[in-house]
């Protein structure tokens, strides 16, 4: 199920892209940051993809688009992006047509007052193709809250009424909220709380290492079948 999710994610956000009016309004916008005819900045372009975009991101749930150029450089997007930010996605995979969804990532303070953001999102990324499918122009990446639907994929498989389900990177930092926040005191497990065991941690007195994980934490940490 979540193998599909993903798949779906990905298709919407590549059939977004490539359908004929938003892609020629990329095309031309990449063209402008390779310096070939203009000011991306200064060209009404930003808005017109502002505008194509807008019918895709409010009524469904994403929170921004992002458009990269080959190099990495935010091009336009919903939403005023942060300089300099290090973005959950690798831009080589992208740029080698691979999709991808990245982990859940914690949003800017200021950029969550502004614009009402969730705290936590996620980014579906596709590579865009130039003409004739030749080479990859871009990248285009789609914001989601995923408390909604990726977190939700998690609550729905809870076994029973005291079962838990969580998702977890490599190195056992929870990635969704844990059924029993009330009991530990917490607003949110996600990206706050690593899966150790609290006998081992002591000991080795708040280590994060492998040694203080718990038996299925490190099963899955070290036979990499974490996400």
Known sequence: LLT????DQQKIVSAWANQRDNHNTIQQLLRLDSGLSGNVSQSSLVAKLQAQFKPLIEPHNYENFILFS???KVIASHYPEPANRNYPFSLEMALANIPQIGHPYKVSILKN???NSPDI??????????????NIIGVLALTID?????AGFFRTIRPGETGDS???DSNALMLTNSRFLKEMNLKSTALNLHIQDPSLAQKAQGSRGTETLTFMAKHLTTNRETW
């Open 4 to 7: 599909s999710w993903s798949l």
């Open 70 to 72: 080959p190099k990495g």
């Open 113 to 115: 007052k502004i614009h």
């Open 121 to 134: 999102q996620m980014m579906i990324v596709v590579p865009i193709e130039g003409e004739n499918q030749r």
């Open 146 to 150: 995923p408390s909604h639907s990726f």
């Open 166 to 168: 969580y998702a977890i």
